[in-house]
């Protein structure tokens, strides 16, 4: 793939590789990591692997010579390297960031300058629902005052009349994090929905979502097969964010439990469950592992335990309680064969089998993989 700032930027790790090359590398990634316990099923790559991300974000800075720039930070430095756009991202979302750093010297508007925190602009998220259309634009700023507010709004929806939402999010830390907690709703209702496996889902600035929404379904449709629901169970989804896989799985499930510790995220997913009119599900604010223990004490059980970690993993706390509740099936989603070679060591050891491996390429061109491992009660011991 050409990309002028690839050596930059850093972030397609795989560029010189064609997508095939790029698969089967990944393959054998999850095959050396993982492959021990079990067969692992052929990678689902996708069709067209360009302009999949939904989510783009774009740090503010200026040159020495005065000239505004907005990009990505270099790899493993704080320099920004200009984009004005990226094969891996979606092209609307790549557009309005260079808008508004276009319309930046007419609004004499600065950039933050993160040493000596003088200036105004300092990222600008976008985020897109592929299905809906929907576009929210976050306006990190380092000051709450916005200067020439309406004016520059007004502009910049007259330029991109796409655009459904606008949020100011203040941050004034010393920090590598994009978001501060402060939030104002510039425009719209400070949300964007989306449809993901037939079900809409509301989506706030902070909360996560999966940012390849086309190869979202083909993970979540996996993670739901691998469940094998009958329509009875009682089923957890451990790190839920937003709700998403414990929606898409309610009507094969007797019941569901969400948790997940973003109370943003939470307050999305009981919204989500109420939009799609799924009333077997609950959501809890929590640390999974915690919420599992007091689950496990209050005598309660659980068939199916869906878990979805960050790219740390889980930790002994989550696992150990995991195991004491005793799940028959454990589908556990992966964004980091690492931990999660690590998690399913433990599993292993302590009563799981592992039935089923299913890699997915969430992420193209990235060396980053995902993954579905199906773990089963394992009764040949007891
Ligand atoms: N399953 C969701 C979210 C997965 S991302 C989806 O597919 O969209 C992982 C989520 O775990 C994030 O929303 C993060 O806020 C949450 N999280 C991180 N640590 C947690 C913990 N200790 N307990 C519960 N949730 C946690």
Redesign the pocket.
């Given at each position: 793939m050409n990309c002028p700032i690839y050596k930059k930027c850093g972030g397609c790790q795989l560029r010189n590789l064609s997508y095939e090359e790029q698969l089967s590398l990944k393959q054998s990634k999850i095959i050396k990591l993982i492959g021990r316990y079990c067969h692992v099923d052929e990678i689902i790559g996708m069709e067209n692997p360009y302009n999949y991300r939904n989510k783009v974000q774009a740090a503010f800075g200026m040159t020495r010579g005065g000239k505004i720039i907005s990009g990505v930070y270099q790899s493993k430095s704080h320099r920004i390297v200009c984009v004005d756009e990226c094969r891996l991202e979606d092209k609307k979302a790549d557009e309005i960031i260079v808008t508004i750093r276009n319309m930046m010297k007419h609004y004499r508007m600065l950039p933050y300058n993160e040493d000596t925190g003088v200036g105004f602009l300092r990222h600008v998220l976008v985020k897109r629902g592929f299905t809906s259309g929907e576009i929210m634009v976050v306006l990190v700023t380092g000051t709450s005052v916005f200067p020439c507010k309406n004016d520059f709004i007004k502009e910049l929806l007259r330029l991109h009349p796409e655009i459904t939402t606008i949020v100011q999010n203040i941050n004034n830390k010393f920090t590598s994090m994009v978001l501060g907690e402060k939030e104002t709703v510039i425009y719209g209702n400070g949300y964007i929905e989306d449809v993901l496996c037939g079900k809409r889902f509301r989506i706030s600035p902070k909360?996560?979502?999966?940012i390849n929404p086309v190869q979202?379904e083909v993970l979540?449709g996996k993670a739901v097969e691998f469940a094998l629901l009958t329509g009875k169970e009682k089923v957890i989804?451990?790190?839920?964010?937003?709700g998403?896989?414990g929606i898409v799985a309610s009507d094969k499930a007797g019941e569901v439990i969400g948790?997940?510790?973003?109370a943003d995220?939470v307050a999305d997913a009981r919204v989500n469950a109420k939009i799609n009119g799924v009333e077997n599900i609950k959501f809890f604010c929590?640390?999974?592992?915690e919420?599992m223990l007091g689950m496990k004490e209050a005598g309660e059980k659980c068939d199916v335990l869906?878990m979805?970690?960050?790219r740390a993993g889980s930790?002994k706390r989550?696992l150990s309680s995991a195991v004491s509740l005793s799940p028959d099936r454990i589908v556990y989603?992966s964004?980091n064969p690492e931990t999660q070679q690590r998690d399913l060591f433990y599993l292993t050891k302590n009563g799981y089998k592992v039935k089923k491996i299913q890699p997915v390429d969430m992420f193209p061109f990235t060396n980053h993989v995902e993954t579905v491992v199906l773990l089963s009660r394992d009764f040949s011991n007891s």
């Open positions: 909360s996560f979502y999966q979202t979540y989804d451990a790190y839920c964010g937003i998403t896989i948790c997940e510790l973003n995220a929590a640390d999974a592992g919420f869906f979805d970690p960050p930790d989550f989603i964004c």
